[in-house]
T-cell receptor, first 114, second 124 residues
């Protein structure tokens, strides 16, 4: 199994541009989530999904959209990039809910918005 | 919502000594407390977790203790080795069986709430 994969690994955007961060998992996990990691801030939940067709907001959802059309994929869309969205983004998946299952994290996407 | 405080932000110990990282949480409903290790350039990886019905759990050189009354939990690493150098994150989970509704029930997001991390440095 490849586990959780993320593309791209690095990305530079100009303010106002849009882009999609890709995330895929091959473990047949129902739960998938997106986090952003900023220095001194830990990991903060952006959006999550408990299954295909079901998504919900996390702690910091503004400026991001998600969809879950398949079990395997959970893309994160930046609608109009802002410098405040410069961060490292991690996708994670788990077999069941957050309250008891290991989260498997991808390798991350480092995004810089200029 | 849940708030997780983690201390210290940086911890330097001599190889072979023990390291302790402490976390406190705010929501007494939290019942799952994992610890993640993040090596440079990689995503976090679970190293140990504990549920609220257990006071202590060990896995070789790593142990976690939980005090529900005081709402704090700690990671203990004994006989530290150079490969233990990394950033460690504690987390707490508020599990609502009826999720997701998106209606803000509970006043915050569902999912893991992470501490801000501890950079553990093992001095040779």
């Amino acid at each position: 199994n490849a586990g959780v994969t993320q593309t791209p690994k690095f990305q530079v955007l100009k303010t106002g541009q849009s882009m999609t961060l890709q995330c895929a998992q091959d473990m047949n996990h129902e739960y998938m989530s997106w986090y952003r990691q900023d220095p001194g801030m830990g990991l903060r939940l952006i959006h999550y999904s408990v299954g295909a067709g079901i998504t919900d907001q996390g702690e910091v959802p503004n400026g991001y959209n998600v969809s879950r059309s398949t079990t395997e994929d959970f893309p994160l869309r930046l609608l109009s990039a802002a410098p405040s969205q410069t961060s490292v983004y991690f996708c994670a998946s788990s077999f069941t809910d957050f309250g008891g299952a290991e989260q498997y994290f991808g390798p991350g996407t480092r995004l810089t918005v200029t | 919502g849940e708030n997780v405080e983690q201390h210290p932000s940086t911890l330097s110990v001599q190889e072979g000594d023990s390291a302790v990282i402490k976390c406190t949480y705010s929501d007494s409903a939290s019942n799952y407390f994992p610890w993640y290790k993040q090596e440079l350039g990689k995503g976090p990886q679970l190293i140990i977790d504990i549920r609220s019905n257990v006071g202590e759990k060990k896995d070789q050189r790593i142990a976690v203790t939980l005090n529900k009354t005081a709402k704090h939990f700690s990671l203990h690493i004994t006989e530290t080795q150079p490969e233990d150098s990394a950033v460690y994150f504690c987390a707490a989970s508020i599990f609502h069986p009826s999720t997701p509704t998106g209606d803000g029930a509970g006043g915050g997001a569902d999912g893991l709430t992470f501490g801000k991390g501890t950079h553990l440095i093992i001095q040779p």
